[in-house]
Every structure is written in C-alpha cells, then in structure tokens.
C-alpha cells in the first residue's frame, strides 16, 4: 500500500534525525530554555522581520489551538472559523471544552472572509439583546485552508484591517504552512504574515519534522504570562530543547521550504494527472492537497494499490477524495500513480 492519506505519516527528515542523535547525551536547560531553542527562535524571528515577539515551541497542533485560543479569550467570548476550519471539524471539540464557542460561517473556498468577519460582529454589537449570546473575541484562519486553499494578499490584508478596526486578535493556523509558502500560487512570505497577523504558528509535524510547531506572538502584550499558560494547558515539553533542534535544523539552509517546495511540485503532477484523464476537482488547490472527484469503480480501482482520503459524496455515483503529498513523497510512489491514473 502506498499512502497518500495525510503528511504525517513519515517519521523525520535524515537531517533532524542526525542531529538529534548527534545530541542524543548532551545536556541542556528544560522546557525551552536551552541554546537550540534560542537559535531556532532567533532564525524564525529573522525570517518574519520581526524585531519583537516571541516564539513559542508545542509538541502538536491541537495543544497550539487551544492554549492561544484560551489566552486570548476571555470567558464570555468565541472564536470566529469558518465551518471548515480545523478547530471546528477535528480537534474533538477541543475549544468548545475549554468553555468557549467556535462561531462558524460558511466557507468560500474554504476560506473565511473579511465580509463575514464584519458580518458576525455587526450581528453582535446590533442585537439588543446581545449580553444572552457569546461575544465575538477573535479570529481563526488556516493557511493553506483545510481544502488546501490559499489566502491572497489582498484578502488576509483585509482580514487584517477589519480585525484591527474590531480590535479581535488574527490567529492563523499555520499546520502546513510551508506548502503555501513555497506554493507557485503563493502571494505571502513569512514576513507577510508575520505583519498581517497577531499569532500565527508554523508547522513542522506536516513538513519534516518528528513532532512540533512554533509559534510567533507578534503583539507583546499577546504574550504576557504565555508560558504559565503553556504549562497549564500541559503543553510544556520537558525535554524543550527537542523542539528547538528541530526547527534550527529546519531553518538551517532554507530546509524547510526546500522540502516543502518538493512536494508541492509532485502534488501539482497529481493534479495534472487527474486533470488530463478528464476528471474535475473539489478545489482548485496548488498545495500539497489535492481532491480529485472519481467514479466509484475508479476510486476502488485506485484503492487496491494506494491510500487516501474519502471527502465528501458528489452526486451521481462520484465523490471527492483527498490525496496528500509530503516533505518525504517519493518520485517512484508519483510515478506510478500517475501511470495508474492514466490506465483508469
């Protein structure tokens, strides 16, 4: 079987592995205040153009969800997403547990928009009897969206201003953020994002690394008292410094868009591939993420030889699937199941 479920389901990049067994006896400080967390955060801050801030190191994406969205909260308030968004559809109710809502909206292309930001938030502040309802706190994005999908410039520009004016901090979800960045659709740098948003994470459990995000507080007063938080919501890695060698590795000779970009070009050959047999797709990705829509016999065809991911039912028999492509997709598993894809 080869997988193409999700890009996760590797272990490390060579070059991470090598380092933390070069390591292995050395010892450091705890919990992220050893030299390799410092150079990691230091290169990440550089690459954002940021001159304040800090950088944060969590072991998984759901555990940074839920320890900003709870810090930026206060109790009465909810986290504006689209209906799509990963803290809505799988973090298991991750948020809702903490005592706060997710207020969904549509999604347009899996992504939420600046419109309807304005839109829940005039909702609120008109209703007379607003006190009874949970009160706008923040805003939540991904990038790529979950339909790897990618904001243009223009659009986080304006989520951006329409935050700022509200006075709701900009969260966004950066679990693969390397393939958006390194997409050739791509408008935003990290610098961008870095200027657009108030918190933002870059993932590296999908893009190379054997666990870990780091996030970037880019408002100081975001980040007061972070890491009591971090420790409350048991997010604290002992052993921290696990973390930073990682993200030093990967922010050592532009690793980390390097292997991103990598396989984003082999998903664009998938999408090629699917195009060319004539088959349309859910979304217009350009990322690592791509959801062609099959025929039932076909999609069982291509099950006998390689995973995916069932997405939603089309009609008429079809049914949207999701292939993923990963820092560690190799060209022979591309090749062949471009060859079976055109044999359908």
């Known amino acids: 079987m080869i997988r193409f479920q999700n890009d996760y389901g590797e272990g490390a990049h060579p070059l991470l592995l090598k380092r933390l067994a070069e390591t292995n006896m050395e010892q450091t400080e705890g919990y992220g205040e050893d030299r390799y967390c410092?150079?990691?955060?230091?290169?990440?801050?550089?690459?954002?153009?940021?001159?304040?801030?800090?950088?944060?190191?969590?072991?998984?994406?759901?555990?940074?969800?839920?320890?900003?969205?709870?810090?930026?909260?206060?109790?009465?308030?909810?986290?504006?997403?689209?209906?799509?968004?990963?803290?809505?559809?799988?973090?298991?109710?991750?948020?809702?547990?903490?005592?706060?809502?997710?207020?969904?909206?549509?999604?347009?292309?899996?992504?939420?928009?600046?419109?309807?930001?304005?839109?829940?938030?005039?909702?609120?502040?008109?209703?007379?009897?607003?006190?009874?309802?949970?009160?706008?706190?923040?805003?939540?994005?991904?990038?790529?969206?979950?339909?790897?999908?990618?904001?243009t410039k223009k659009e986080l520009e304006e989520l951006s201003a329409i935050c700022r004016r509200r006075g709701l901090p900009l969260f966004l979800d950066g679990a693969r953020l390397g393939y958006g960045l390194t997409s050739p659709a791509s408008e935003?740098?990290?610098?961008?994002?870095?200027?657009?948003?108030?918190?933002?994470?870059?993932?590296?459990?999908?893009?190379?690394?054997?666990?870990?995000?780091?996030?970037?507080?880019?408002?100081?007063?975001?980040?007061?008292?972070?890491?009591?938080?971090?420790?409350?919501?048991?997010?604290?890695?002992?052993?921290?410094?696990?973390?930073?060698?990682?993200?030093?590795?990967?922010?050592?000779?532009?690793?980390?868009?390097?292997?991103?970009?990598?396989?984003?070009?082999?998903?664009?050959?998938?999408?090629?591939?699917?195009?060319k047999k004539g088959y349309s797709l859910r979304y217009d990705s350009y990322t690592n993420q791509q959801f062609p829509i099959l025929p039932e016999k076909d999609r069982k065809k291509l099950e006998e030889t390689y995973g995916f991911t069932f997405w939603e039912e089309m009609g008429e028999g079809k049914s949207a699937v999701r292939f993923c492509t990963s820092w560690a997709t190799t060209e022979e598993a591309i090749r062949q199941l471009v060859e079976d894809i055109e044999a359908l």
Request: charged residues 25%; aromatic residues 8%; contains cysteine.
């Open 188 to 275: 935003l740098t990290l610098a961008d994002i870095a200027g657009l948003t108030d918190l933002f994470y870059i993932g590296g459990t999908k893009v190379g690394a054997l666990f870990g995000e780091a996030l970037v507080i880019t408002r100081p007063e975001l980040a007061r008292d972070f890491r009591y938080l971090i420790k409350q919501k048991g997010a604290l890695l002992a052993k921290g410094r696990l973390l930073g060698l990682q993200f030093d590795t990967l922010f050592t000779d532009e690793l980390y868009f390097r292997i991103s970009q990598e396989a984003v070009e082999k998903a664009l050959l998938l999408k090629a591939a699917f195009l």
């Open 38 to 151: 410092r150079q990691a955060a230091q290169k990440i801050k550089e690459q954002c153009a940021l001159k304040e801030g800090e950088v944060h190191f969590f072991v998984g994406g759901t555990q940074t969800n839920l320890t900003v969205i709870g810090s930026v909260l206060r109790p009465h308030q909810g986290v504006i997403a689209a209906d799509t968004g990963h803290i809505q559809v799988h973090e298991t109710g991750a948020i809702e547990a903490l005592g706060h809502k997710v207020l969904t909206v549509p999604e347009q292309d899996g992504k939420l928009t600046a419109k309807q930001v304005e839109e829940v938030c005039d909702r609120h502040w008109k209703d007379a009897s607003r006190e009874y309802t949970v009160q706008p706190g923040m805003v939540y994005l991904s990038h790529p969206t979950e339909c790897g999908t990618l904001y």
